[in-house]
């Protein structure tokens, strides 16, 4: 389809649905007022839809399904004034083992389980099943992880349950290592080289801007000039957030209008990068849900704008918060078709969560983990690693 | 990608439909689907385990019914069932007595408090309460600012102040007071649920101003540590609900059953989308009429009720019934819906209403639609009443005036004849025939399936064909009366108000992007 028609083709669907909506609502009016009253005759008793025919009052008009709240005076004891904790005292940078280690144990005991059992029999199963599946690895991938360890198991490859459970644990270490890599971001070699864009991408609320200062942060430590491109102009605030993190990493920022055009954010920002000699471009971006087609498309324009000379894109990073289940698997295939994404950062793995759906992302999209956040400290974004990451799975 | 919730339960569930008996083999079959089905949903295992059995039981012990096919029974039990774990009914808010009622929202990183604290805010403006919004999350860089900001489009006062949460909440508290406001809306910081001082700071922020309400608001796209959070959050703060956001991803809100099985308390509000109208009092049985596909449509008559303008939609009634609907109405109705919310989220309420179209609806964002405003507006009144004058130098200034190309002109205008065809269809055809046009009114986009059609025209039932569309002075008329919440308190004068605030609101909402 060329680019024209595909425009006229948006514009037959938006006039077919500003059109349609209207004669759709009042049908659905009609609709539901047909369907009231054939409720009423079939279950005249149905509790919530009073049917429009029905001339008695409802039984119960006012009983309220909840208790008054009680009013009780607030307990009015002076107020602890403690200094707040704006900034986590983190100086060194947390190990990742240090800080899984609260969340440890929530799975061992299925762990325990296993290898009470002499021999590996159905249970064994059922038990490694739920893991998986609590820690959200997901259906289908669990189901072929242990797919394959029951044809080794059954071709004597794989002895007893401590065989199965190394077993298990190196596959999930294989998948998880392929492609892995240390991210980061040489100096510039000179003021004709293009500048490294990193873009970060991801759904609302996975911690794009807090990574951005975490990132600004670590390069800055490593001695890098980073310019933070503050390019979410939607969410109320965003670039004051960002512009606080720019502060206290001694970065630099550029920053739109909000409501204003992101792209136009990034342009501003290569352009000054490339300028002004610094070595890396960190670009925010609104959070947006994947199923959002024209926001989809809004983030394919800044990765086209950033890609641009004197810019070059480095790295495309997807946010993705350790408590999404399967759907960070959807957000995962639709942000790499739009923006090919270059590796996922696990954000909040300092929680409950465990992040099982970068299995799955792994293994069908060859996504690999880069980054993992461990807090909300500027030092708490630590490179990935598989061993610890399945350790704590179980 | 896999389907979702609804789509799999519609591909399991059509099978059963056709079918005549079901043996216990078909139950087992079922319920192996419905069970993976769940938990890709990010259900929790345990409550699907839960889940499967209660309907395994149910199953097995249905009787065979005259009026149902077993797999409409299959269907029955498991909307039933749906509905059971997702609260039964709606919570209600009830007001203090000493006002301010106080509300906190708490939550993880995330999960949208703040966006959350400011939508409450407006829905509680929307009651008829006047409320105040207190920023106690002093933790992550500038969230105050973000709630200022909120508050302002919503318009109500945000308090804070640099201290510490504890006192931030408390002043507040006095603030209201002092104010008379008789709504306090208390924004605090996302904190891990394992995260001792964190959490005991939160409880302290309820102790010191006694909450009458404590939500936990949670990311429909929470995977299976929901429940844990939840229970953590539960066993610190006593919540009383939980406000479920992002509901407009295609996450599968798997969540949101787990969640309100294993705290045991109801779902009160859900966030719909980014506009800080796309917010509502959760309503269980429409969230299991939407697993199975029915679509939602007593939210959308609700919510059609709110801010639809009687006199418009009376108006353009008539007009669509006399044949006579011309751009200028159709301009009036665009704006009427517009107030609903966005397009694809008005859209995705409607029964029958095929997953393609729905894909093909997310493509169009509020500025596509301005696009078609703009076009109508640049028209002349005469050319608005009878676009068949609109000829070649007309179209020129048209597509200049509303900066759209002669293309686009015309696409409209050819839409548009096709949709006065439809109308015309509307009144002799009746439903189905509407309903059938409207699938081809989406043009190149995809139909909605004519079973779903045939489906919805049977539901309409006889007395839509009898009565035409004279059930339509029901729609206006007594839609309040049978409102599936009670909540309101007097939904129509109140339902019309609302909605011309919603208009003004709409002004100041973040422009689409």
């Avoid at chain 1, 900034?87 to 325990?112: D, I, M, N, Q, W």
């Avoid at chain 2, 190149?444 to 919805?456: D, H, I, N, T």
């Amino acid at each position: 389809m060329s680019a024209p028609d595909l425009v006229l083709a948006t514009s037959d669907v938006v006039i077919g649905l500003a059109t349609g909506i209207p004669v759709a609502v009042l049908a659905a009016g009609a609709v539901v007022l047909g369907r009231l009253r054939r409720r009423a005759v079939v279950t005249p008793e149905a509790p919530t839809l009073e049917a429009p025919t029905t001339p008695e009052a409802p039984t119960t008009p006012e009983a309220p399904t909840l208790e008054a709240p009680t009013l009780e005076a607030p307990t009015l004891e002076a107020p602890t004034l403690e200094a707040p904790t704006l900034e986590a005292p983190t100086l060194e940078a947390p190990t990742f083992r240090g800080r899984l280690g609260k969340a440890r144990g929530l799975l061992a005991g299925y762990v325990s389980a296993v290898r009470a059992r002499g021999s590996v029999d159905a249970a064994t199963w059922d038990d490694l099943e739920e893991a998986l599946i609590r820690a959200d690895v997901g259906v289908q991938a669990t189901d072929a992880i242990l797919e394959d360890l029951r044809g080794r198991v059954r071709s004597g490859e794989i002895g007893g349950p401590d065989a199965l459970l190394a077993a298990l644990k190196s596959d999930l270490v294989t998948t998880l290592s392929s492609g892995a890599r240390s991210i980061g971001a040489p100096e510039r070699s000179g003021p004709d080289s293009p500048v490294d864009v990193w873009l970060f991408v991801g759904v609302n609320g996975v911690g794009k801007t807090t990574t951005v200062g975490k990132i600004a942060h670590r390069l800055r430590g490593e001695g890098r000039k980073v310019l933070l491109a503050a390019g979410d102009t939607f969410r109320a605030a965003a670039g004051e957030q960002l512009a606080q993190w720019a502060e206290r990493t001694g970065a630099d920022v550029v920053r739109g209008n909000e409501g204003g055009d992101p792209s136009a954010v990034v342009f501003d920002a290569v352009q000054r990068g490339s300028a002004r000699g610094f070595d890396v471009v960190l670009a925010d971006t609104a959070g947006r849900l994947h199923n959002k087609a024209n926001l989809v498309e809004e983030l394919k324009k800044i990765r086209r704008v950033a890609d641009r000379p004197p810019g070059t894109v480095a790295e495309v990073l997807l946010v993705l918060d350790a408590t999404t289940g399967q759907n960070g698997l959807a957000q995962a295939k639709v942000f790499t078709e739009a923006v090919d994404v270059t590796g996922v950062v696990l954000t909040k793995l300092d929680g409950t969560a465990k992040g099982g759906i970068v299995v799955a992302i792994q293994r069908s999209l060859g996504l690999p983990v880069v980054l993992v956040g461990l807090g909300e400290g500027p030092g708490d974004l630590v490179d990935f690693d598989a061993e610890a990451f399945v350790d704590a799975l179980f | 990608m896999f389907e979702s919730l609804t789509d799999r339960f519609e591909g399991i569930l059509s099978r059963l439909r056709n079918r005549g008996r079901l043996g216990p083999e078909d139950i087992d079959e079922v319920l192996r689907e419905i069970r993976t089905a769940l938990l890709e949903a990010d259900v929790e295992l345990g409550v699907v385990r839960g889940f499967v059995e209660a309907v395994r039981e149910r199953c097995l012990g249905l009787e065979l019914s005259h009026s149902l096919s077993p797999g409409q029974q299959v269907v029955k039990v498991v909307n039933e069932e749906l509905v059971r774990i997702l609260g039964g009914e709606s919570l209600r808010i009830t007001y203090a007595g000493r006002p301010p009622t106080v509300v906190v929202l708490a939550g993880l990183q995330g999960s949208g408090k703040t966006t959350t604290a400011a939508k409450l805010a407006r829905w509680f403006k929307q009651q008829g309460r006047n409320p105040l919004l207190v920023a106690a999350d002093l933790q992550r860089p500038a969230a105050v600012e973000q709630l200022r900001v909120l508050g302002e489009q919503v318009g109500v006062s945000v308090f804070s102040q640099p201290t510490d949460p504890v006192s931030v909440a408390l002043a507040g508290l006095e603030e209201a007071r002092r104010l008379g406001r008789d709504v306090l809306v208390v924004d605090t910081a996302g904190r891990l649920s394992i995260d001792a001082e964190l959490m005991d700071e939160v409880r302290r922020i309820a102790q010191a101003i006694s909450p009458h309400y404590t939500f936990l608001v949670i990311d429909a796209m929470t995977g299976q540590d929901a429940v844990a959070t939840a229970e953590a959050f539960h066993e610190t703060l006593a919540l009383d609900g939980v406000v479920l956001t992002k509901l407009d991803g295609d996450a599968r809100g798997g969540a949101a059953l787990s969640v309100k099985e294993v705290v045991g308390r109801p779902i009160a509000f859900a966030s719909t989308g980014e506009k800080l109208d796309d917010f509502d009092l959760f309503h269980p049985d429409r969230m299991a009429d939407r697993i199975l596909g029915m679509g939602d449509v007593l939210s959308l008559i609700e919510q059609a009720e709110r801010s639809f303008d009687e006199g418009v939609a009376s108006k353009g009634a008539a007009a669509l019934l006399e044949g006579r609907f011309t751009l200028e109405d159709f301009l009036e109705q665009l704006q009427q819906v517009k107030k609903m919310g966005s397009m694809s989220g008005v859209l995705s309420m409607l029964p029958g209403v095929s997953k393609d179209v729905k894909r093909a609806s997310s493509m169009v964002d509020d500025r596509q639609v301005g696009q078609v405003e703009a076009i109508i507006r640049s028209m002349t009144p005469y050319e608005r009443r009878d676009p068949s004058i609109v000829d070649g130098s007309r179209r020129v200034r048209i597509a200049r005036g509303s900066g759209t190309t002669t293309a686009d002109v015309n696409a409209l205008l050819k839409q548009f004849r096709e949709m006065q065809k439809l109308m015309k269809g509307f009144g002799k055809g009746g439903m189905a025939g509407a309903l059938g046009g409207l699938g081809g009114l989406l043009g190149r986009g995809p139909k909605p399936s004519p079973e779903a059609l045939a489906q919805l025209a049977g539901m309409a039932g006889s007395p839509l064909e009898t009565g035409g569309l004279g059930g339509m002075g029901g729609f206006d008329g007594d839609g309040g009366r049978h409102s599936a919440t009670p909540s309101r308190p007097s939904p129509r004068s109140k339902g019309s108000k609302g909605g011309k605030k919603g208009k003004g609101g709409g002004r100041v909402t973040p422009k689409a992007r």
